[in-house]
């Protein structure tokens, strides 16, 4: 199973942009990078996901490196409300074609006023 | 309007009592997933239904049981509490799998007093 690595934690300033960087040297070429992020005490929030190409929907963007070893999820003018154990996610194949999210330890993002 | 219903919020049980949780979506989606998260732990996944096609991850216990009476509907079913299946159960539901994000409910806190 491909495997992802994230700073523990990251401080923002509010208003700023937010980068939140993943490596994941040993993606698959058929394995999707996900992002999803968990509030405190609430159900993971899906943000956004990419094969090869850059991503952006009205959440954040998603910059995937050419070799695919490694991605940064943006936030382009992070508020309060984006604080949250933030997610990156290699979607692996399970058996009989199905897949599964694991989740790592996840990035604790704190957005400072 | 919510998309994935999780009954109750919070769930108070006796060791060794019998306990459902339960899990609607309004998504007509194919697949439903049951996660358990422990507190500071990532969620993890405990099993799945692909429409009625059920798939246990293999480190699930035998204590724990799951129904999906129709497309809408996923029980989550803990035959014998322990003190150590306190922990928050995320119910998600994707359209299909290879491609497609995860919708996750609020989530069920158990305690087992």
């Known amino acids: 199973d491909a495997k992802t690595t994230q700073p523990t934690s990251m401080d923002c300033a509010e208003g700023r942009a937010a980068n939140l960087p993943c490596n994941h040297s040993?993606?698959?070429?058929?394995?999707?990078v996900y992002w999803y992020r968990q509030i405190h005490s609430q159900g993971p929030q899906y943000i956004i996901h990419g094969l090869k190409n850059n991503e952006t929907n009205e959440m954040a963007s998603l910059i995937i490196t050419e070799d695919r070893k490694s991605s940064t999820l943006i936030l382009p003018h992070a508020t309060l409300r984006d604080t949250a154990v933030y997610y990156c996610?290699?979607?692996?194949?399970?058996?009989?074609?199905?897949?599964?999210?694991?989740f790592g330890k996840g990035m604790k993002l704190t957005v400072n006023p | 309007d919510a998309m994935v219903i999780q009954n109750p919020r919070y769930q108070v049980t006796q060791f060794g009592k019998p306990v459902t949780l339960s899990c609607s979506q309004t998504?007509?989606?194919?697949?439903m997933y049951w996660y358990q998260q422990k507190s500071s732990q990532a969620p993890k996944l405990l099993f799945h239904?692909?429409?009625?096609?059920?798939?246990n991850e293999a480190d699930t216990p035998d204590n724990f049981q799951s129904r999906r009476p129709n497309t809408s509907f996923c029980f989550l079913d803990i035959r014998s509490p322990g003190l150590g299946d306190a922990a928050m159960y995320l119910c998600?539901?994707?359209?299909?799998?290879?491609?497609?994000?995860?919708?996750f409910g609020p989530g069920t806190r158990l305690t087992v007093t």
């Open positions: 040993t993606i698959s070429g058929n394995e999707y």
């Open positions: 996610i290699v979607r692996v194949a399970h058996q009989g074609g199905s897949e599964k999210l694991v």
């Open positions: 998600a539901t994707s359209r299909d799998f290879l491609g497609y994000e995860q919708y």
């Open positions: 998504l007509n989606h194919n697949v």
């Open positions: 239904y692909y429409d009625k096609d059920f798939n």
